[in-house]
């Protein structure tokens, strides 16, 4: 499912190494600008943003940061903005329970992947305990 | 850089005006918050009027700050409206499935300022006797 992002002939946009709360802010305005480009409608841009914002929180507070890639290319029949997160931290063990409504981690936050997959046309996540996680989320243009 | 930014919070009468112009950061956030109940300390305000008129997305952080915020200034006998939040970031955190339980919000600064002083006026009219 995911795997390199040379397995595609996307066009990589962004590639770029999340370890800050500010790179978090740098990419939100990134993805923000090529949504904007691709000539995404306003609700569309923020929800792609907002996407992007829970996965690089995620990543920054689990996983202590991570490669975090834009690419723009076409998707089983469909143009598409792509967004890739990989990191190398500790994996969520119970995934099946992560991605149900209303799952909250002992924080009482969780992951908010649910909420996050609403937010885009295509959702992908790979993780493994003790290796990282991969999520890749996309949306037609 | 972008930590020395602070918002500035503006005292007009009984009430505490924020305007949040910039793209937070986390850590911005939690400053936010806490710079604001320093102020209701301080100045004894009873309303906070939040202008996120400008702001082009609330995620889950920001969102959870607000909502925190209001809990706590409630608490501190201080009300919180949120004010002017663009359609399309309304859209979004429903979307996204946080709720933001007693969050206040006006369409503008002009009737989130009647609220606050609507709950004022009822609060000097039944004021809750000392036991």
Request: glycine share 8%; aromatic share 4%; proline share 3%.
């Amino acid at each position: 499912m995911l795997n390199g992002a040379n397995d595609n002939n996307w066009e990589i946009l962004t590639k770029e190494q999340i370890e800050t709360e500010f790179d978090i802010v740098k990419m939100r305005g990134l993805v923000r600008h090529f949504a904007k480009e691709k000539k995404l409608g306003i609700v569309d841009q923020t929800r792609i943003t907002t996407a992007v914002s829970e996965l690089l929180r995620n990543m920054h507070q689990y996983a202590n940061g991570g490669l975090f890639i834009i690419e723009i290319g076409n998707y089983e029949g469909n143009n598409a903005l792509i967004f890739t997160c990989i990191d190398e931290g500790p994996g969520i063990p119970d995934l099946e329970l992560a991605m149900s409504d209303g799952y909250t981690s002992s924080e009482g936050m969780g992951y908010g992947l649910p909420g996050t997959k609403r937010l885009v046309d295509n959702f992908e996540i790979e993780t493994e305990v003790n290796k990282g996680t991969k999520v890749r989320i996309m949306k037609w243009i | 850089m972008l930590e020395e930014k602070r918002i500035p919070i503006i005292k007009i009468r009984e009430f505490l005006i924020v305007s949040i112009q910039v793209d937070m950061h986390d850590k911005m956030a939690i400053q936010l918050q806490s710079q604001i109940l320093t102020e209701i300390e301080k100045t004894g305000a009873k309303g906070v009027l939040i202008d996120i008129s400008v702001l082009e997305m609330v995620d889950s952080f920001i969102g959870r700050m607000l909502s925190g915020m209001a809990s706590m200034a409630s608490i501190m006998d201080a009300a919180v409206v949120i004010v002017g939040m663009q359609p399309a970031v309304a859209i979004t955190l429903v979307e996204l499935g946080l709720e933001m339980p007693g969050i206040n919000t006006a369409l503008n600064m002009e009737k989130g300022m009647e609220m606050l002083e609507e709950r004022l006026k009822e609060n000097n009219s039944n004021p809750i006797k000392a036991i």
